[in-house]
Every structure is written in C-alpha cells, then in structure tokens.
C-alpha cells in the first residue's frame, strides 16, 4: 500500500482505481493518522470502524473515499451531539437526506465533526466537547461552527467534510484553515436531518482541498426531496462538466462597501493584512479575462445587524424542543415538568445557544416584534434586493471571506460581538439565500495564516461560481 500525503477526490479516485490501495487501506491510513493527530486537534468528537456495507459502486467518483460529518447530522444508529451537553448521548434514529445521497456513492464516513453547540459561533470555542485547534497553528481557532471538519480537512485526517453553514460556518472555517468550503443557493440541498440552528438560513456544504473535489461532492448533496418543502424542483447540472469553460469577458463586481463603510458607521473592520491578499487576488482575476467593476450594495451595513436579529428568533423556535423529555440529557431532580425543562435546559445547555435564545424570544414577544423581528425582516428584503440590482450588471461579486486571518484560543471568547463581526462578509449571503465560495489566495502578511476569497453568485449559478473559482486557484497556484 502506498497511501499518498494529501489525497484529493481525485488523486485518491485514481489510486483506488489502479489497485494501487484498497479502499479498507485508504480507511486505515486515515483512522491511524486520527487516532495519532486528533488528541492534539479535538476536530473529531466520534470515530467509525470501517463500514461492512457495500462501498464499491461501479462509476461513482466518491466509492471508497473517507470523509468526516459535522456532527448536527444524523447518521442512523450513531451518537449526533451538535457539539452540546444536551445531546450527549443521543443516538440518531434515522439517516440525514445528505448522509442517505452519500452513501449511495459508496462514500465512507470517518466520523463525526466538532462544532460551536448547535452551530452558533466562529472560532468551535463553544463546543461542549472543548475547542478545535488550527492545524496550521494549534494556538489560533480554526474558525467555526464547522471548525472541526475543516480542522479534519486541513490536516488530512479526511479527504473532505461536509459543514453546515447559517451565517458562513461552512465558508470562515475554510477561510481560516486555507481550505476551499462552498455554501449552496437556500433550496438546493436537503436539510432533513441536520439538527435545525435558523431554518431559513440553514444550508449544508462541502469542505475540500480544491475547487474540482467541491463540484464532485455537491453532484451528489443537491436535488429536491419530499422531506425538507424548501428543497427546490430545479435540474441539478454536472458541476465538474463546466469547470474548465472560459471565464474570459465575464463581469466581476466588487462591493464598494466590503472596503470601506460611510464614515461615521461601524467599519468592517477589514484586516490590511486581508485587504493586501483580496485585492491582489481580484488583479488576478482581470489577467485572467474578466472585467472587474466597482458595483454597490447599499444596505451591507445593516446586515450583520439584521442577521442577529432574525437568527436568534428562529433559534428560540428550534430549540424550544430540547426540553429534557424528548430528547437527551434529562435532569433528574426536577419537582414537577416546569422544573425539569429549566433544570435540563439550564445543565444542558451552554451560554452561546442561552444568550441567542433570549435574544430572540425578546425580538419575538409582543411589544417588541414590530420594532426588531419585523424589522429585520423588511431590511432583510432590501438586502435581497440590492443583490438583485446588483447581479443585472455583474455574473459574479467578489470580496473578502473574513475581516481577519484566525485569532489566538481565547481572544475573542468573552466578546460575542467582537465574534459577531467576523460574520460581515458571510452573512449577507444567508439572508439573501446565494451561493457563496471561500478559496484560499494567500497568507497573511502579519499573522502568516491562510486569508479566504469570497465568490458570490446569482441563485442556483453555482456552476459560474465554481468555474470562477476553479480557475482562479489553477491561476493561484503560479504566483
Ligand atoms: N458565526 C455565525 C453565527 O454564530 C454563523 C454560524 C453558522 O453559520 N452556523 O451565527
């Protein structure tokens, strides 16, 4: 067996198909390299045993091929923690709609990923199971919620991820750990069981070494299904057919807003260190062809705040149902069921998911729902729509996926808003539903960690961000 460094999809597809590894071989090297390199990482929180069921589909570019889950997906039979004390020890009773596609590829699962509890965070700092670390610096987070899958990628303790992302939990993690992490269009993946954090901003993505191994994956997550009503009914293409088509004479926009805000204004806080990267990568992209344009978007400033507004609310909802009866942890010395909701509650969940669920049952109550709640709805709209305006001009926008490369362990940790303003550049996608990409363009100049480029595109183009970015990393890669 000659299990290769750094396996992609591809190289391992290869590999695997010479005979030059078995598919038990490549799981092996794997778990081995997991069972050494996670006591450091902390960015699996369960681990699999090579699976007796069939893997070896004749024609699937992911038979074989080991992968890591966040673990606020369900795999049937298996412990799904969503990085809480609450469900420590719950055991998934039926297969996520993503895990079900998987496994009809003849992929094989690693295990499961670490994650902010419940997926609210941006550093897995608020993991009930301890904090990921960075694999390029063990001293700095690895980004988050899905910090854990792309600690598990950037390391190579998995081939690829999958990641969840609600305000850019697939895209910031992939930014700070140098990885590519791609958030689909609001409809076109399944959320059927990935454990709800805000139902209308939830989406599940892939994480990956490139920009092909992205394309193959979401092949096999998109498509309608009868479980989850916000799937969409749309022809899903080949997204490997078009990667190498020409991106010459497509307009580029780049938001004026993502480097400067009005004066007087919260800034976005935009790292030089990321600003130097993100601008030599767009001066790449006009050598590749494409036009580049100034465009605006009028209400970027208001989103971050328009997001904390409507994602608290819609978390209060969905966690209203980890009672401590249904599901979990149980506190057993509750006197009557209102006091073992709150003594459940109060154990079994952490401060992060705590501060949101007041937030928005605050946003939410009578009194207050015209002046927050209904609010950040319509502000919501307008953001939408200053997307819509702005894609008549440009195929594709491009900008920063975070103000800063990954911070220090701690820094941050007792300051959520500082936290929260490493979402500006992710969140905006979210509330409008787009595709989003992060692909890494470089290292910082102070900190010499990896920085994130963010591509943007129309609804359901996730074909023209893919080309996008796959070109831009081949171009990339000869600096
Ligand atoms: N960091 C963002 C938040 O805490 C995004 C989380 C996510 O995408 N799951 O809300």
Redesign the pocket.
């Known amino acids: 067996m000659t299990a290769n460094k750094n396996y992609t999809i591809k190289s391992a597809r290869e590999d695997l198909d010479k005979g030059q590894i078995s598919a038990q071989e490549l799981f092996n090297y794997y778990r081995d390299k997991i069972n050494t390199e996670n006591k450091n990482l902390n960015a699996y929180l369960t681990v699999f045993d090579f699976p007796n069921s069939k893997f070896l589909i004749p024609n699937s570019l992911l038979a074989g091929i080991p992968c890591a889950i966040k673990d606020n997906m369900l795999i049937k039979g298996t412990r799904t923690t969503a990085g809480s004390k609450i469900l420590e020890n719950y055991i998934a009773s039926y297969d996520a709609t993503v895990i079900k596609k998987l496994r009809t590829t003849g992929v094989v699962f690693l295990g499961k990923t670490n994650l902010?509890e419940f997926?609210?965070?941006?550093s897995t700092e608020n993991s009930a199971y301890g904090p990921t670390k960075n694999p390029l610096d063990i001293s700095r987070v690895p980004g988050?919620?899905s910090g854990g899958s792309a600690a598990a990628v950037a390391a190579d303790l998995a081939i690829f991820a999958l990641g969840?992302?609600?305000?850019?939990?697939?895209r910031?993690p992939a930014a700070m750990c140098g990885i590519v992490g791609l958030k689909p269009t609001y409809g076109r993946v399944s959320r059927h069981g990935l454990i709800a954090?805000a139902s209308s901003f939830?989406q599940i993505g892939p994480l990956t070494k490139t920009v092909e191994d992205s394309a193959i994956v979401l092949n096999t997550l998109c498509g309608h299904d009868i479980f989850d009503s916000t799937t969409v009914k749309k022809e899903v293409p080949d997204f490997t057919a078009t990667l190498n088509d020409s991106i010459k004479d497509l307009t580029i926009g780049v938001p004026k807003e993502f480097f400067a805000m009005p004066t007087g204004r919260q800034g976005a806080g935009l790292s030089l260190e990321v600003a130097e990267c993100v601008k030599t990568t767009i001066a790449k992209l006009e050598t590749l062809g494409c036009k580049i344009k100034e465009i605006s978007l009028p209400n970027f400033e208001y989103a971050l705040a328009t997001?904390y507004i409507a994602?608290p609310s819609e978390v209060s909802a969905n966690l209203a149902r980890f009672d401590g009866i249904r599901y979990g942890y149980s506190a057993q010395d509750g006197e009557n069921l209102i006091d073992t909701y709150f003594k459940s509650r109060t154990e079994g969940i952490g401060p992060e998911p705590i501060r949101r669920i007041m937030l928005g049952a605050h946003a939410l109550s009578s009194g207050y729902y015209d002046a927050y709640y209904l609010k950040a709805q319509k502000v919501r709209a307008l953001i939408k729509k200053d997307f819509d305006d702005a894609f008549k001009d440009v195929d594709v926008m491009v900008g920063p996926t975070t103000p800063n490369t990954a911070f220090k362990i701690g820094e941050k940790a007792s300051d959520p808003l500082a936290?929260?303003l490493?979402?500006i550049y992710?969140?905006p996608l979210?509330l409008a539903g787009l595709p989003g990409i992060s692909i890494p363009c470089g290292f910082g100049s102070q900190s010499q960690m990896p920085v994130g480029f963010q591509i943007i595109a129309k609804p359901f183009d996730e074909a023209t961000l893919l080309r996008v970015a796959h070109q831009l990393e081949q171009a990339l890669k000869t600096i």
């Open positions: 902010d997926a609210m965070g941006t988050g919620s969840s992302d609600t305000g850019g939990s697939v910031q954090m939830d997001y994602v936290l929260y490493e979402d992710t969140v979210n």
